[in-house]
């Protein structure tokens, strides 16, 4: 009998590793026609690597640019409601898309790092010749924007002009790992063999209930539940979620730098929480404002939850419009 079960089981498991994933809805395929590659070489492991991103521009002042860093799961596609309202601010904006997401490259072994991500971005930014920006980010993509900030600063002391932070905004960031609320999956996906194993079950059903936590009050619509798994199956995404998922722990032992970072910057900081955010709680909120008293920070209305990208476009631009008129 535990022979047929086991048989069954490895039958279950061939069936669903065969299975095609779904295919790009025209939305993301149409954002990727806008789009380009750059070629990036890992300092670590000295791989070479695609990355995808956007370079665009726009009618605000002139020399005014933004980087925008997007979060889980789905990628630089997240910027695509707030993008019109940005090209009203920057005059140029650039949306690199982090290894491991959308339509770079997602090696399923690459030892993902918010250092190694923050330095993609900088390099396609030297690779397109910006020497100063605006960084936007949001969910995990502002771990990289914080390790970009320490990064600013250590370039700060060696009196290095080769990349000039003019602000950093953080929209939903993660904030204090012990007061967040986790999804079961995010417990155990990070470990060693059985974070793989997990990620081979990559089932839509599931992933799709999730996704819910990451809204307020608003529900999630079929287009975007189906585009959100579309574009983590891409690639084979859900096989690099146990590496990429090790910015957990990167959580537990930099926390505390990333504060200390944003207090002694000299750049302008800012914090846009959705209220309604199920991960990271009005808790955490309050405490980065005792903590990081510099910091401007703006609520958005009721009912906003952990994606306001999706769900408040307009909100999040407006308050990032009166944070860069504070600021200049």
Known sequence: MQLQWTLVLLLVLTVYLSWPPPPLPDAAISFRQR???????????????????????GDGPQNRTAVLLHGFPMGSIDWSLMLPGLQELYSRIVIPEELGFGFSDKPAFYDYTMDGQAEIVEALLHHLGVDSAHVLSHDIGALVGQQMVVRSN??????????????FTSINGPLYLSLDNQLAVQYVIHLPVIGYALSLFGFEGLYQFNLRAMFGEKN??????????????????????????HYMKEREWYEAAWIAALNSTSIPVMYVFGPEDWFHVRAGFERYQREVPRAKVAELARGIGHTPLWEAPQAAVDVHRDFLDSVQ
């Open 35 to 57: 789009g380009n590659f750059f070629h990036f070489k890992s300092s670590s492991s000295g791989e070479f690597h695609r990355v995808f991103y956007i370079d665009t521009h």
């Open 154 to 167: 250590e370039r700060e002391s060696r009196q290095s002009t080769s990349l000039r932070l003019q602000s």
């Open 220 to 245: 999630v619509d079929e287009a975007t539940r189906n585009l959100s798994y579309a574009m983590l199956r891409h690639k084979d995404g859900h096989l690099a979620q146990s590496k990429i998922f």
